[in-house]
């Protein structure tokens, strides 16, 4: 419960004990007001409480010259909750910022994870409509080709590189086999080992296993560092809600909000001047994140501009069966140069006894899972990206920005007011109030800030290397394997900002082009377990995508 909550849930109460009639002269005061305030917060026993007004001998941060309310117990139990207080009124000022990376990055994984298995689909339908008679063998090696991707994209650490060969290393003995030197018979296990290691030597699938490796880097890397930059996010939030206070803030934030309560002066609030000398120390730290909190905002407002074009993850995951064909027609093409070439590594084809089982095809399959994807292209996944970035950019100035909007929203008293100065109720604050972040600090009249934090260096830390992350620093050889297959010498950001066209491969030859089909909507989040990331090994090779 926030502060300004509390003060209007506490208000009836304590305007009732604040209208106790006066003592008479000679007679102390009535502590009534601070035993309910103090039973109404829960704070303790009220038998440590005083009913009267008492020598506070044995304080150490609420002194005074006069008789007062409290006890060293009470002075212990008030420190706590003036810590707790503060806490809440953190996690309340940063909630909807939380809940709105939280949200985004579960809405955005829970489309990459339906995006995977739609481009998945896409696939099996290619080879069950166009290659039926390989499209039960292919199907293992699709299914593995996508669960790699889900792999990749959700933070494990394998090649791009690596999964794209293995793909095509795996799928050439069964274009063989069926296509480019068919027989009666399967080829042996023996042969197709021969095959795959001499696939990247013959290549019989031309330049496209490069130029997938090039888009896949390009696309997948980019959406792989968003999400991780979202959850970092998250976990930034959640250090600085939880940060923790050093004994000499503790101090202050009694003094400033609870020392008040000695005097019997329960509804009195801190001066502006002084409210923010006393959270800008405690909060000095988390200040330090200001700038980079900034530039990671930044960063990922860039990031998300660039992607787009061919070099969308949508565009290029759900085209990849149109490359795909591609690859399988130019091997056709070329089948009897590669059965020349396979001979000369390979030897002449040792096949089996027995033909392995034709596809198994059912349409209806995983409908109910991809029903969400339609044609209707108004929210796709860069507009999405482009929404959430829009409201993520009004909170760049957050932390630096954070004791202001505590102690004008929350803490302080209203301009004009009389006011609690951390001594007594006065017209204004006269002191000098300090700006923000620890080098500030130093002239501070009220807390003591020293050293640094290492759990906010820490985040700075993973900040800075997200940010670098962000801004392609990992991933430059993506966009030169890309630039050498395009042929053209313009640079990458040239290249993204156009419409793609035939050369790009961004039109399938006989498969058909995939764009902008996914639509997405806050359905996502209620259907994370009607579509599984990938399919059981049990399960038969094809079914149609449904859109």
């Given at each position: 419960?926030?502060?300004r909550?509390?003060?209007?849930?506490?208000?009836?109460?304590?305007?009732?004990?604040?209208?106790?009639?006066?003592p008479?002269d000679?007679?102390?005061?009535?502590?009534?007001?601070?035993?309910k305030?103090?039973?109404?917060r829960?704070?303790?026993?009220?038998?440590?409480v005083p009913?009267?007004?008492?020598?506070?001998?044995?304080l150490?941060?609420c002194?005074?010259k006069?008789?007062?309310?409290c006890?060293?117990k009470?002075?212990?139990?008030?420190?706590?909750?003036?810590?707790?207080?503060?806490?809440q009124?953190?996690q309340?000022?940063?909630?909807?910022l939380?809940?709105?990376i939280?949200?985004?990055?579960?809405?955005?994984?829970?489309?990459?994870?339906?995006?995977i298995?739609?481009?998945?689909?896409?696939?099996?339908?290619?080879?069950?409509?166009?290659?039926?008679?390989?499209?039960?063998?292919a199907a293992?090696?699709?299914?593995?080709?996508?669960?790699d991707?889900?792999?990749?994209?959700?933070g494990?650490d394998?090649?791009?590189?690596?999964?794209?060969?293995r793909?095509?290393?795996?799928?050439?003995?069964?274009v063989?086999n069926?296509?480019?030197?068919?027989?009666?018979?399967?080829?042996?296990?023996?042969?197709?080992?021969?095959?795959q290691?001499?696939?990247?030597?013959i290549?019989?699938f031309?330049?496209?296993?490069?130029?997938?490796?090039?888009?896949?880097?390009?696309?997948l890397?980019?959406?792989?560092?968003?999400?991780?930059a979202?959850?970092?996010g998250?976990?930034?939030?959640?250090?600085?809600?939880?940060?923790?206070?050093?004994?000499?803030?503790?101090?202050?934030?009694?003094?400033m909000?609870y020392?008040?309560?000695c005097?019997g002066l329960?509804?009195?609030?801190?001066?502006?001047?002084?409210?923010?000398?006393?959270?800008?120390g405690?909060?000095?730290?988390?200040a330090?994140?200001d700038?980079?909190?900034?530039?990671?905002i930044?960063s990922?407002?860039e990031?998300?501009?660039?992607?787009?074009?061919t070099y969308?993850?949508?565009?290029?995951?759900?085209?990849?069966?149109?490359?795909?064909?591609?690859a399988?027609m130019?091997?056709?093409?070329?089948?009897?140069?590669?059965?020349e070439?396979?001979?000369?590594?390979?030897?002449?084809?040792v096949?089996?006894?027995t033909?392995?089982?034709?596809?198994s095809?059912?349409?209806?399959?995983?409908?109910?899972?991809?029903?969400?994807?339609?044609?209707?292209?108004?929210?796709?996944?860069a507009?999405?990206?482009?929404?959430f970035?829009s409201?993520?950019?009004?909170?760049?100035?957050f932390?630096?920005?954070?004791?202001?909007?505590?102690?004008?929203?929350?803490?302080?008293?209203?301009?004009?007011l009389?006011?609690?100065?951390?001594?007594d109720?006065v017209?204004?604050?006269?002191?000098?109030?300090?700006g923000s972040?620890?080098?500030?600090?130093?002239?501070n009249?009220?807390?003591?800030?020293?050293?640094?934090?290492?759990?906010?260096?820490?985040?700075?830390?993973?900040?800075?290397?997200?940010?670098?992350?962000?801004?392609g620093?990992?991933?430059?050889?993506?966009d030169?394997?890309?630039l050498?297959?395009?042929?053209?010498?313009?640079?990458?950001?040239?290249?993204?900002?156009?419409d793609?066209?035939?050369?790009?491969?961004?039109r399938?030859?006989?498969?058909?082009e995939?764009r902008?089909?996914?639509?997405?909507?806050?359905?996502?989040?209620?259907?994370?377990?009607?579509?599984?990331?990938?399919?059981?090994k049990?399960?038969?090779?094809?079914?149609?995508?449904?859109?």
């Open positions: 419960m926030g502060a909550s509390l003060s209007v849930l506490l208000l009836p109460l304590l305007l009732a004990a604040a209208a106790t009639p006066a008479r000679g007679e102390p005061r009535s502590c009534e007001a601070v035993r305030v103090f039973q109404l829960q704070l303790g026993s009220l038998r440590g009913e009267f007004p008492r020598a506070g001998v044995d150490q941060v002194t005074s006069n008789p007062t309310c006890t060293k009470m002075e212990e139990r008030y420190q706590t909750a003036a810590k707790q207080d503060i806490q009124v953190l309340t000022s940063s909630a909807t939380k809940f709105l939280s949200h985004n990055a579960a809405a955005f994984q829970e489309t990459f994870e339906m995006l298995k739609l481009a998945e689909n896409y696939t099996s339908t290619l080879f069950c409509n166009a290659y039926r008679n390989m499209a039960a063998e293992t090696h699709v299914q593995e080709f996508f669960t991707v889900a792999l990749f994209v959700f494990t394998i090649s791009i590189e690596e999964f794209v060969n793909f095509f290393d795996t799928l050439f003995p069964v063989y069926h296509m480019i030197n068919p027989g009666l018979t399967d080829v042996t296990l023996e042969y197709a080992e021969c095959l290691m001499a696939r990247r030597d290549r019989p031309g330049n496209i296993p490069k130029k997938i490796i090039g888009r896949m880097g390009r696309s890397l980019p959406s792989r560092n968003f999400l991780q979202l959850n970092l998250i976990e930034v939030i959640n250090t600085t809600d939880h940060l923790h206070f050093s004994k000499d803030c503790s101090r202050a934030l009694l003094r909000q020392c008040p309560h005097q329960i509804l009195s609030k801190p001066c502006m001047g002084y409210c923010l000398n006393v959270i800008r405690c909060l000095a730290y988390m330090e994140v700038l980079h909190w900034q530039r990671y930044q990922l407002e990031l998300s501009s660039a992607m787009h074009g969308d993850v949508e565009h290029v995951l759900l085209n990849f069966h149109s490359l795909v064909n591609d399988l130019q091997a056709r093409v070329n089948g009897p140069e590669l059965t070439q396979v001979k000369k590594v390979c030897g002449p084809p096949r089996k006894s033909q392995s089982p034709h596809c095809f059912d349409q209806n399959k995983y409908y109910q899972g991809l029903k969400m994807f339609s044609r209707d292209s108004e929210e796709t996944l507009s999405r990206r482009k929404e970035i409201h993520l950019r009004l909170y760049r100035a932390y630096g920005g954070l004791a202001d909007q505590l102690c004008g929203n929350e803490l302080a008293a209203a301009d004009g009389p006011c609690w100065n951390g001594e109720v017209k204004s604050y006269t002191h000098r109030v300090v972040g620890i080098k500030a600090q130093s002239g009249p009220e807390v003591r800030v020293k050293g640094a934090d290492p759990v906010i260096n820490q985040i700075i830390d993973k900040l800075k290397h997200v940010i670098q992350l962000l801004r620093k990992s991933f430059p050889k993506y030169n394997w890309d050498r297959q395009t042929g053209s010498g313009g640079s990458v950001d040239e290249q993204m900002s156009g793609c066209d035939d050369e790009d491969g961004c399938g030859s006989g498969s058909g995939v902008r089909v996914l639509k997405i909507t806050d359905s996502v989040l209620q259907h994370r377990n009607q579509v599984p990331l990938r399919r059981k049990t399960e038969r090779c094809c079914t149609r995508a449904q859109l």
